[in-house]
T-cell receptor, first 114, second 118 residues
Framework: DAGVIQSPRHEVTEMGQEVTLRCKPI?????LFWYRQTMMRGLELLIY????????DSGMPEDRFSAKMPNASFSTLKIQPSEPRDSAVYFC????????????FGEGSRLTVL | DQQVKQNSPSLSVQEGRISILNCDYT??????FLWYKKYPAEGPTFLIS?????DKNEDGRFTVFLNKSAKHLSLHIVPSQPGDSAVYFC?????????????????FGKGTKLSVKP
């Protein structure tokens, strides 16, 4: 029973480069979330989708960040251009719908921007 | 402004004793609360939840208590085991977690790192 799958697990890049993080949610889950974890801010929501449609992107820090969900089984979070302050662990999570509140998280993508 | 606060960044407990992790919230509209556990290099995993219509929920060694008037909840682990050593996140949401109702998203605290010593 596959959980949420994220790639890459680790990414080291130089400032100014484009970074693309990928996520495959649990099959049948209608909601997909992108979170970022940093020491200063903890776990913060960046954006979430329902049935592939972005619902709330108010957490996206700035225009350098963009997220897409072209189909029910795939989403990307892109940072272009990347900056050192973007260094964090990025988590993808999915939710089946209904009123449980429980999110299922992937293992995260650790991004380091030099 | 943090809506969910975990004021203790770390907690150390002896194996077999009780671990008590605390969480405070400011938004009285929150009506569903969850605890997540996170091991290093892994994603957070759901542990236990409680609805605002209850004041206690128990699952094995884990019990969550909710004090709505104080806007405070706590997670009790009894007895604590070394495998419980992890970071614990408190989270809260409006609308009983029904994202389809556009009630907003799950708000997390910054976490408390629990160390259970043998």
């Amino acid at each position: 029973d596959a959980g949420v799958i994220q790639s890459p697990r680790h990414e080291v890049t130089e400032m100014g480069q484009e970074v693309t993080l990928r996520c495959k949610p649990i099959s049948g889950h209608d909601y997909l979330f992108w979170y970022r974890q940093t020491m200063m801010r903890g776990l913060e929501l960046l954006i979430y989708f329902n049935n592939n449609v972005p619902i709330d992107d108010s957490g996206m820090p700035e225009d350098r960040f963009s997220a897409k969900m072209p189909n029910a089984s795939f989403s990307t979070l892109k940072i272009q251009p990347s900056e050192p302050r973007d260094s964090a662990v990025y988590f993808c999570a999915s939710h089946p719908g209904g009123d449980t509140g429980e999110l299922f998280f992937g293992e995260g993508s650790r991004l380091t921007v030099l | 402004d943090q809506q969910v606060k975990q004021n203790s960044p770390s907690l150390s407990v002896q194996e077999g004793r009780i671990s008590i992790l605390n969480c405070d919230y400011t938004n009285s509209m929150f009506d569903y609360f969850l605890w997540y556990k996170k091991y290093p290099a892994e994603g957070p995993t759901f542990l236990i939840s409680i609805s605002s219509i209850k004041d206690k929920n128990e699952d094995g060694r884990f019990t969550v208590f909710l004090n709505k008037s104080a806007k405070h909840l706590s997670l009790h682990i009894v007895p604590s085991q070394p495998g419980d050593s992890a970071v614990y996140f408190c989270a809260a949401i409006k609308g009983r977690g029904n994202y389809g109702g556009s009630q907003g998203n799950l708000i997390f605290g910054k976490g408390t790192k629990l160390s259970v010593k043998p």
